[in-house]
């Protein structure tokens, strides 16, 4: 079974610096696909960015990217220029590839990292 | 907004009662999963269904059934309630249950007293 873990309970960082959220992975499989999702203190669950494992190429989306190494099963999340809305709780997530088909397409999660933004 | 909505938003019961989620999934989704959040837990995947079929099933206890309707809205139902259920549950919807990227409802917030 796959799992997801982020070793960092919490992190902090000044308002416009940047920030590196860790997360690390175990799997057999070649093709997945990886998530990082926020969740605010509203407990709504914001999708951050995605990242396909057979794809090279860090995913960006504005001020988040993330560094993916597929050999190192790492996936870190950077996010710069950190603004006060950016504190939340975030969540990797790991989804793989529906073989066997019975297998559905659920979401594995880490544990969270809680990120706090200081004015 | 993920488009996604869940009912009620809060739920306070008694050990022992039986209660109903309600999700509706974003429009023209077919695939939709629940989750359970909890904090001894984490967030555990429960059950996904896909154009009223289930197609794969976590770590749902015996006592939760759940199902999707003809309309594709999805119901979890939590019965014999006991302490330990209180949790946030999610929906989540995606097109198919090939589509790699879910979109998260609001949760309901289950107290059980």
């Known amino acids: 079974a796959q799992t997801v873990t982020q070793s960092q309970p919490e992190m902090s960082v000044q308002e416009a610096e940047t920030v590196t959220l860790s997360c690390t992975y175990d799997?057999?499989?070649?093709?997945?696909?990886l998530f990082w999702y926020k969740q605010p203190p509203s407990r709504q669950m914001i999708l951050v960015i995605r990242q396909e494992a057979y794809k090279q190429q860090n995913a960006t989306e504005n001020r988040f990217s993330v560094n993916f190494q597929k050999a190192a099963k790492s996936f870190s999340l950077k996010i710069s220029d950190s603004q006060l809305g950016d504190a939340a709780m975030y969540f990797c997530a790991y989804r793989s590839p529906l073989t066997p088909p019975s297998s559905g397409s659920r979401l594995t999660f880490g544990e969270g990292t809680q990120l706090t933004v200081n004015p | 907004d993920s488009g996604v909505t869940q009912t009620p938003k809060h739920l306070i019961t008694a050990t022992g009662q039986r209660v109903t989620l309600r999700c509706s999934p974003r429009s023209g989704d077919l695939s939709v999963y629940w989750y359970q959040q909890s904090l001894d837990q984490g967030l555990q995947f429960l059950i996904q269904?896909?154009?009223?079929?289930?197609?794969a099933k976590g770590n749902i206890l015996e006592r939760f059934s759940a199902q999707q309707f003809p309309d594709l809205h999805s119901e979890l139902n939590l019965s014999s309630l006991e302490l330990g259920d209180s949790a946030l549950y999610f929906c989540a919807s995606s097109v198919s249950w090939i589509t790699d990227t879910q979109y998260f409802g609001p949760g309901t917030r289950l107290t059980v007293l």
């Open positions: 269904y896909y154009n009223g079929e289930e197609r």
């Open positions: 799997t057999s499989e070649s093709d997945y696909y």
